[in-house]
């Protein structure tokens, strides 16, 4: 991940020091299960974790030689210790220690992840209690539909978070566990006890079955949810652009006093935080394709993916972590410009009510198919000709025998559309 | 879907007149619920739906003029109907009966997903009770690792069908929703009540928060669970065909007694069905693809997913059920060449057994680094000379100080990797 | 494809019969190379071409029982000829007629998806012509920027059309190649001169090295071709929502008499062919994606491309062909408000012209820095006050040192900025 | 991009600094252009690129305030200049710089990218040349099919690399454009002719219409050309894995003296280097998708593309150049083990000639079908009751009706299948 988008923890977690941290912390945890069990004497993780220490050049010189990165590791850690070397690394294969340790990476992420999801949905919510009754054309086609409250947008966004919080969550249980079942997962050189017992330690479950690593298809539903994630917060981020639209203008993001929307063009204020999320979406859309395709590995393993996770992993979960911080930012500092919104209604001249009218002949008596007629005829006036249709609805004769003058006007109220708003808020609580 | 993946049920869940009937169903739904609500009087839907029959060729007519699906629809089944016909479709918006019909669907296609996927568990499970202590070579990278069971290979697909049972069943309760909220998700000329009473009737819940559509999240969730199946499935294909290459030759699929394999080559018998599951795979990654792309549309809904999902839910479910039941299939009529898994050992000439002495030799109190060496030395010789390593073995002066003839004799028996296959199947109850 | 979408002559392409058809014209090209050559009697293709006939149904009872189509095929057909059934598929394997007829039925559709390219272009190019010196605000991050010309975007999207075509054009050149070289691709049961004057008779060339297949990565150019040709189109359709937005209403769809928006609301009036478009491109992109995973086939070829082809080809080229005969009605019936768009400048109350002042003071030697801070502050004055940009700066005394009042009015004139279009059509040879 | 898989020169081309270096050569042509046109007084340019010189830090520093990165690099470069400083960024946005400067470095890479892939094709077509005879099973299905010779697989991927160097240098030809049309690309405060002349500088023509920026199809095809290379090489380490199986171990990939296999298994020689590029083209295959969602930028542009390609363009273009030098080592450095290739013929019992038997009877006379159906039932006696094919056949009485025993016996040759191989290798001019 390039820096500028690489967040405190997130940016941490990845890096490469870390990483050998994690896996001595897996090495340490065996030789622990090892002492339980009586085949390592008492105190024997201890002392190596006393002389043990990660010499990240070290690794790689060897490396260099050895074209193994797990073997380096071993190898730099155990040179500085006497004769307990003997039970590091002991009945394991390379896979054990990399994907235990890369179990406890994702699953710290998905924690910090799941954080930041909470973060974003706090501010969703506390939008959403300030706009209940914030009157805004709804919008399909991009044209304006019926209206409805802002509140309720927001509503929408942290109805969507929550179940992605949900998804994350389970997907996070089923990441949380670890692989000590050697070379090819029949545990011919460690016990599934040890196993165990060890992984207890790092706080991760047994793989129900591993082969020589941890299925893939764990990861893959990690990184589709967060692709779910990313394309939830990118309805946001879309949704904003257009309310930022010179045009309509009803919301703005977050422009700080020193800053510069164009090199060339003074004026201009652009809603750039939610471009670069809509763009970021893309990215993490694509990073689950590419899980998916690591699933089928050949046998009991082949080790296509792992050049593939080096990138994608370190990349997705930092990408995700920077979107839901950002989007929080900006739903926070959103400013809600309230009377544009009912200034746009003009934009439409009240054809937005056709329904409304219509289910009042209807309910008058007028059979569904004739109503809808006259008012699509009606509302060509409107279109056409540009007269505000609440005239071209007054003065229509037909209308006039079905509605009173004053049933009509009472028609065109935009508060009417919100009766049902409350109801939908109490069942977030709010 | 072409004919040739479009398996009964699933099919006839797709067919066009199965739509229109579904719409119907919910029209029906909403005026029962009218009725309970004492706003339409009681046998309206009963006399509608007397009355009513979905003529898919007049529909067509209609669509041909007004240029709109549901529209055409109301008007081809309200044409026969008398005064009723006022309250059809009263108060909604095409999407709520569109959506809500299709979670009927697509609810109907993950419930004969899941049947399917339970069926290509229990041949998993059989499969595996049979080939409990069948040794056959564990391979990582392609290349002979250490030996293991062939039943465990069948338990780890086991194992992903199950986690993608456990996904599979909590997207279809996400999925269950239906949604009778109006143009932009207010309620405005409905009312939740309402909602909630029609919604039962049809086994759905209510969208928490719908806009003019069901939040595409939900069915994004849904295909990329249908991809991880298949990306499941493909791993089981490519372990068959890598079972089944000539030089393999450890399993095979069926074969049908007139089947040919080759216009060209009489002789051949190919895994034709594997193939064929390890190219759909691709198709199922493909649409979840298409469908987060979905998600992020613009305001209350606009109607760019409608195009791409009268293909791909079609297709995706078609397919996912295609591939389990031919997977169930290939797996029940699977042949197993035990012979042949014995023989294949020959190939690596008792190579697969060095990480076994070594350990031995780090046992007998060889420093690990002394023992990795000189049995990557001894193998080198069994690589580069072909000479059989246990012969290697038994004459290298260094091993003779720390094992005795016998104890090395017994290193070399495959059974020793089998010692934990019990412990693993005992997870699965079995 | 769902028969929505598929439009003539696409469609007839991809028919079943038609697949028998293009294979029995390789047989029987392959048949007139062995007359050619000597190896046939004269006449022996003729001969067959009067009797042989495609019987779909017999075909499909026969392949239930070998369970290979081709094989079928060839049954089907000979079954009904004397002696020169022994000339029929003979040296062949299924590859040579199902690849080479492959290729036929792609060829086919790229051309006609050529011929629809080239009328998309002649759409735009006429409506560039159209609105050489329409005055439209032009956008950027969503948010005026400066004036530009319609007819420039028309010509972007003309561009991007040309450039499309040729790639296009050189994909089809590198697809249009057949090959007869056998099981493995190494000629072995028949020679190269056959397959170079048998594919001659069928417009095509050898592939320079075929395997048992024609390698994939010619066919993947292809999808990717129409990946980028979908995206174009689903960049005009975009453009055209937005330009259709209520606030907006720049341009229109065509809206057909009878055609109804909105089941619920009578009003409306979406641009869903735009929207419908820009689904499409998603399912282009999908479809691509397919393919380059097609690519790495092992060895001299699998067959898991196979299942993916028969829905993927058809599909895409349906698709790609339904869009952009759709986007050449779209542009050629697209209503163009010009009035509108000149009304719409008021929303940025002149903002637009802020860099055009900034360049004023900067040619009167003001430095830039300066005067980006200076524009910036003023323009602030209008953004936050409401108040019109340009009686912002009439009034300014720092600008009334460097620029008369003359002199700033006419930086304010819209045309100004439409000074270079003609040089720019003319690279267009408009 | 990681830092390991950043060969250079790749990396450099990414580095930061050489970003603003490329932005200020830019900048530079463009006064440089000015000084042609006149407009800025002789010598401009050489003044300002005396002084001005790129402090990444001080970039950091103001782009802190502005939230601008080209404002910050503007003002931290003008900062330091005098009176010339007016002509700098002169009518210019920030994208002509920008996306200017991006086709210098992409067309950087993609110069290197040509370079690697061509020295990859060497490579292949001197390992063609040294096994133009040797002769390897061919394997369709994963199942042997008929002899042919190693130097066709080498001509195969040399062929495909072919395809794309075409793609490649098309597409590079394409993108070699620059673009100064200014904020909507009209030339509004620039002139075409600057344009051109600064761009020839730069060695780019302009785009044939830019809106604000270059138009993304042209980096999405670069893209998705990057994606074909990856597959390519994907089915070349796909192949080599395959060839490497422990069980037909006809080619190894070089391992290094001290290299290590596995951290369990010392005996390891694993193909992990074609393990690795196996994995790449699934990063290339989703940055291509990521570049395609890219096209339909809103209106005159929006930045949601910038983030993504902050990423996608640096590590797409070090991925596929990693992987061209690498396999290109892989195959220099393949270890070809003829003997094996011959032995595994004995796997499939010669049941690999069974066409050639078959065709022969054809040629004496027997009908197709009849012989077909012979070859089955005979092969069927190799495949079941383990006899070498060509027993059955010399023992068949029905055969030795149509062939002697010495006809019989040529059938058997695995060289016949080498005869067309010379005319293959003359299409490579080798």
Known sequence: MIGRYALSPLKEIWEEKRKYERWLQVELAVIEAFEREGTAPKGTAEKIKAKAHIDVLRIHEIEAEV??????????????LGDEARFFHKGL????????ALSLALVETGKFILEALDEFSDALKNKAKEHRKTIIMGR?????????????KMLSFLAEAERNRDRLYSCLDRLAVGKLSGAVGN????????????LERLGLKPTKLSTQVIPRDIHAEFLSVLALIGSGIERLAVEIRHLQKTEVLEVQEPFKEKQRGSSAMPHKKNPILSERLSGMARLLRSYAQVEYENIPLWHERDISHSSTERIVFPDATMLAYYM????????????????????NFSHSKNLVFSQRVML??????????????????????????????????????????YLKTQEISELFNPSYYLRNVEKIYRRFGL
Chains 1, 2, 3, 4 share one sequence.
């Open 324 to 343: 839901l911080k950002k989007a929080s930012y900006l739903v926070k500092n959103l400013t809600v410009n309230q009377e544009r919104m009912l200034e």
């Open 187 to 198: 545990y011919a050189n460690i016990s599934p006890e040890i196993e165990k017992i060890a």
């Open 93 to 100: 294969t390379s896979s054990d220690v990399v994907d235990t």
């Open 360 to 401: 009042a002949l209807v309910e008058k008596g007028m059979s569904r198919e004739k109503a809808y007629k006259l008012i699509q005829k009606l509302s060509d006036r409107t279109w056409y000709e540009g007269i505000d249709f609440k005239k071209v609805v007054l003065k229509d004769p037909t209308i006039s025998e």
């Open 67 to 80: 074209d193994h990165d797990v073997i380096a590791f071993i190898k730099a850690v155990t040179e500085n």
């Open 140 to 152: 399909t086609h991009g044209v304006h539909a019926e209206p409805t409250s802002f509140g309720l």
